[in-house]
């Protein structure tokens, strides 16, 4: 049987990975000392790997396609091809953010403030070339965890991945500027997107796991309406067409159905009910295909 190589991301991106491919219809569960996770699709192949690595891994064919973040790509210099962008990370559907931060008190404020400093990061060759293309000497060093403790002793200032920032302000750190954002990419090996079986399978991936992100934002809602104040309802509905109108068995009354933004809802379902709406159901989407 052909089998598609598939590197998934193991350390914060792993629930949320794991919950994307659920929702796209792919069940994974691995053990929790297991670096080799089941998936109920036979032609995958799966290996949880840290997303610093996977990029390599992929651009020399050790992994046909996997999923990492776009910082990692540009860190590794990795050859690759990228099928698909994905709004998600390990708290919420947005991008991250590589930030330059120091101490609340340094005397550094702008990114040329770093000439003569010592840098620590993870995001090591990026930082590197980010500061020389801006004319700007400093000491940059690889940073092998808690890089967030090291000011004011060990650096002077610190590369690091931040969402909201929280754990940074618990470090009484402020953010200078902004290095990198990036998001999570499907890639592939070259020589994997040439073979025709396999680009197949890893297009198929790509679009049930769009389906899925596109869903997480969306709910459907069905609802009966009077004839008479169908007009007014729909006034109210927007999708991503036109709104589903089904004859009922009473000629009066009409069965509609839309997929709407979720954060409208709340503020949607009592102008509905206002407007004559009844019988009004909303319920979760898995995937939403374009």
């Not at 698909?84 to 590589?98: C, H, L, N, S």
């Amino acid at each position: 049987m052909k089998k598609l190589k598939l590197g998934l991301p193991k350390g914060s991106l792993q629930e949320s990975t794991f919950r994307l491919f659920g929702k796209a219809g792919y069940r994974i569960s691995v053990g929790e000392r297991s670096y080799v996770p089941y998936i109920d699709d036979p032609e995958l192949e799966g290996l949880l790997i840290r997303a610093q690595e996977i990029a390599h891994y992929v651009e020399d064919g050790v992994l046909d396609v996997g999923l990492t973040g776009k910082d990692w790509i540009l860190e590794n210099g990795a050859d690759v091809v990228e099928v698909g962008e994905f709004m998600y990370a390990k708290e919420g559907f947005r991008p991250i953010r590589w930030v330059v931060a120091v101490p609340e008190d340094s005397d550094i404020h702008a990114i040329e403030d770093l000439k003569g400093k010592r840098i620590a990061t993870e995001l090591l060759r990026y930082t590197q070339r980010f500061l020389k293309e801006r004319g700007i000497e400093a000491d940059v060093e690889f940073s092998w965890g808690a890089t967030e403790v090291k000011p004011p002793r060990l650096a002077d200032a610190i590369v690091e991945l931040t969402e909201t920032g929280t754990s940074l302000r618990a470090n009484k750190l402020r953010i200078v500027d902004t290095v990198l954002e990036s998001t999570t990419r499907l890639i592939a090996n070259k020589a994997a997107w040439e073979d025709p079986w396999k680009r197949e399978k890893i297009e198929n991936i790509a679009l049930l796991l769009k389906g899925a992100l596109e869903a997480e934002a969306k709910v459907g809602l069905k609802m009966n309406a009077p004839k008479k104040q169908l007009d007014a309802i729909v006034a109210h509905l927007s999708s991503l067409h036109t709104p589903t109108i089904s004859n009922q068995t009473d000629s009066n009354w009409v069965a509609l159905e839309v997929v709407i933004d979720e954060k409208t809802v709340r503020d949607l379902i009592p102008r509905l009910r206002k407007a004559g709406a009844e019988g009004i159901i909303e319920y979760p989407l898995n995937k939403v295909i374009y």
